[in-house]
């Protein structure tokens, strides 16, 4: 999308936010060249931190696109930051209801209209103790079997030291480092045109989450664990929020 198209609230939010992101974090970019120079995809981001939405959001916005991102509907009731989301296009989604099947027709119109989809397979932050990504669900999966639309890995380094969801510490300092690298659209192909089972479903998301270990993996120079197991929780945590 060419900034020029934006729209007023579009370049509000912008005006709002990366100011602030610029002197908060000192970035590191890389892989934007895997990113679809046209046509609608989905971008399936690691979660560890509250904060690295924002981030995936500015890589995004500097690749010359406008994220869209999938998220817990209760945000759309926080004052203010639900009228912004609406007002930018987000994708509300309540879980477990037939609202859901709405917010699956809406991520579909945004692919067929040419738009970028954020979704975090794991459906909140992670629960690994070292903050690698778990095992996800099966939503982008099932997005990609419908729409034929690329599936693009990506992985987010440094969002814990602004927010820690370990602690719950936020760091208001300057220029903190923080990394971002988008891989290349992971190869489904093998899946195109099946029926979408579980078992079929499943093996892509697992497909989808290995790329964006191995992703972390390279940001951060450490040989990645196997996929966290989704059900699993550290003995006296509680259940972090998306």
């Given at each position: ?25 000192k970035?590191?970019w ?54 912004m ?43 690994e ?19 034929g ?57 697992e ?36």
């Amino acid at each position: 999308m060419a900034r020029r198209k934006l729209g007023f609230w579009r370049r509000l939010a912008v005006l709002l936010v990366l100011p602030a992101l610029r002197v908060w974090t000192k970035r590191t970019w890389s892989g934007m060249e895997n990113l679809p120079a046209g046509g609608g995809f989905i971008i399936t981001p690691n979660h560890m931190s509250q904060f690295d939405p924002l981030l995936v959001a500015h890589f995004v916005y500097d690749s010359g696109r406008w994220p869209r991102f999938l998220a817990k509907a209760s945000i759309w009731k926080v004052p203010f930051v639900g009228f912004m989301l609406r007002k930018t296009q987000q994708i509300p989604v309540e879980r477990g209801s037939v609202e859901a099947v709405k917010s699956l027709e809406s991520l579909i119109e945004a692919l067929q209209q040419g738009g970028v989809v954020v979704i975090y397979p794991e459906g909140t932050t992670t629960r690994e103790p070292g903050l690698w990504p778990m095992r996800g669900k099966t939503g982008a999966a099932r997005l990609a079997l419908v729409t034929g639309a690329p599936v693009v890995p990506m992985a987010t380094w440094g969002a814990q030291q602004v927010h820690d969801v370990r602690t719950g510490k936020i760091s208001l300092g300057r220029r903190i480092p923080v990394s971002v690298t988008a891989g290349k659209p992971v190869d489904l192909n093998r899946w195109l045109g099946q029926a979408p089972g579980r078992a079929v479903l499943e093996q892509m998301t697992e497909a989808i989450q290995l790329a964006t270990r191995d992703l972390l993996a390279e940001l951060r120079d450490e040989p990645p664990p196997p996929l966290y197991p989704v059900s699993r929780r550290p003995a006296g945590s509680s259940e972090p929020s998306a």
